[in-house]
C-alpha cells in the first residue's frame, strides 16, 4: 500500500494536500494556501499533521504554513527562496531525501515558475506545484524556458505510467482546451478534454492526473512528438530541432492563448 492523499481545495482554484504515510501514522500537508479549510478537515477528522511541505514561495500556496505550523507546532520543508517564517522551518536541496513514517520522499528542484521551486516526489505519487499542471505547465516568472523544460524533462516526463500528479491549481480544463487547438483531430486530448468536461460538471476536482495520460496529451510533455510538431507549423512555421526551443514556443502560445 502506497501513501494516501487527501485533496483540499483552498482560495479560488488551488489544491492543498493532506499526505498520510504508508503505515498511517504519519501526516504531512502540501502548500497549505489558507489555513483555515486544513484546520477544518484536522477538527473533523481528529487527525494533525506532523510537517508542510511547500513548493515555492507564493502566497497561494504558502499563506496557512505560519498558522497550522504554529498550531501544532510542526515543521515547514521548503526551498531557500521562501520567506522567514515564525515557526521552525528546513531548507531541502535539490535531491534531498526524508522520511514521512516508513514512506521515503526525494525533493528535485525545477526553476522556472520560481527560482527554487520545488517537486516532491513518493511511492508513485508526484507533488509538483505550479512546475507541471494537468495538460499544461507553470509560467515563466524567474529563470528560464530552457530551464523549465530541462528539469520537466529530466524529472516528470519520465516518470511511470501509473504516477499520480498532484498539482497546484485547477487548471486542466483551460489547458486541454488549448493542446486541442494544436492538435483537434487527437482521440487522447479528446477523450481527456471530456473526462475533464465532465468532472468539473460534477464539481470535482481533475486531480490526481495520471501520467501515462499526461504523456499522451500534454503538450509540454510531447515536444518531440513528430505530430504535435507537424501541428505546430503549421501554426508557426518551421520549427527548431532543440526540443527546448519548442518548449519555448508552446509556452509563448499558451501564455497568448484566451
Known amino acids: 500500500m502506497s501513501c494516501q492523499v487527501v485533496i483540499i481545495p483552498t482560495l479560488k482554484d488551488n489544491y492543498s494536500y493532506v499526505v498520510r504515510s504508508r503505515d498511517g501514522k504519519h501526516v504531512a500537508v502540501v502548500d497549505p494556501g489558507e489555513a483555515a479549510p486544513l484546520l477544518k478537515h484536522f477538527e473533523e477528522t481528529g487527525t494533525r499533521p506532523d510537517e508542510i511541505w511547500l513548493t515555492h514561495k507564493h502566497t497561494d500556496h504558502i499563506g496557512g504554513a505560519t498558522d497550522l505550523a504554529n498550531k501544532y507546532d510542526v515543521v515547514i520543508r521548503g526551498p531557500d527562496e521562501l520567506p522567514r517564517f515564525q515557526a521552525r522551518t528546513e531548507t531541502i536541496q535539490d535531491g534531498g531525501k526524508f522520511k514521512l513514517g516508513a514512506s521515503e520522499v526525494t525533493?528535485?528542484?525545477?526553476?522556472?515558475?520560481?527560482?527554487?521551486?520545488?517537486?516532491?516526489?513518493?511511492?508513485?505519487?508526484?507533488?509538483?506545484?505550479?512546475?507541471?499542471?494537468?495538460?499544461?505547465?507553470?509560467?515563466?516568472?524567474?529563470?528560464?524556458?530552457?530551464?523549465?523544460?530541462?528539469?520537466?524533462?529530466t524529472h516528470l516526463r519520465g516518470l511511470p505510467a501509473n504516477t499520480l500528479l498532484f498539482c497546484g491549481h485547477e487548471y486542466a480544463e483551460r489547458n486541454m482546451r488549448f493542446a486541442l487547438t494544436l492538435e483537434p483531430g487527437n482521440p487522447a486530448i479528446q477523450k481527456q478534454f471530456t473526462r475533464v468536461q465532465s468532472c468539473r460538471a460534477l464539481g470535482r476536482p481533475t486531480?490526481?492526473?495520471?501520467?501515462?495520460?499526461?504523456?499522451?496529451?500534454?503538450?509540454?510533455?510531447?515536444?518531440?512528438?513528430?505530430?504535435?510538431?507537424?501541428?505546430?507549423e503549421a501554426k508557426v512555421g518551421p520549427l527548431p530541432n532543440d526540443p527546448a526551443e519548442v518548449f519555448t514556443i508552446l509556452r509563448t502560445l499558451r501564455n497568448e492563448f484566451r
Do not use: W
Not at 139 to 146: D, H, L, N, V
Not at 219 to 232: I, T, W
Open 107 to 153: 525533493v528535485r528542484k525545477i526553476p522556472g515558475h520560481t527560482a527554487g521551486h520545488l517537486v516532491y516526489f513518493t511511492e508513485h505519487v508526484v507533488f509538483s506545484g505550479d512546475v507541471l499542471f494537468l495538460g499544461g505547465c507553470g509560467r515563466i516568472f524567474e529563470g528560464s524556458p530552457r530551464e523549465m523544460f530541462l528539469g520537466i524533462d
Open 207 to 232: 486531480v490526481p492526473g495520471e501520467m501515462g495520460i499526461e504523456q499522451a496529451v500534454n503538450p509540454f510533455l510531447r515536444v518531440r512528438s513528430s505530430s504535435l510538431r507537424r501541428a505546430l
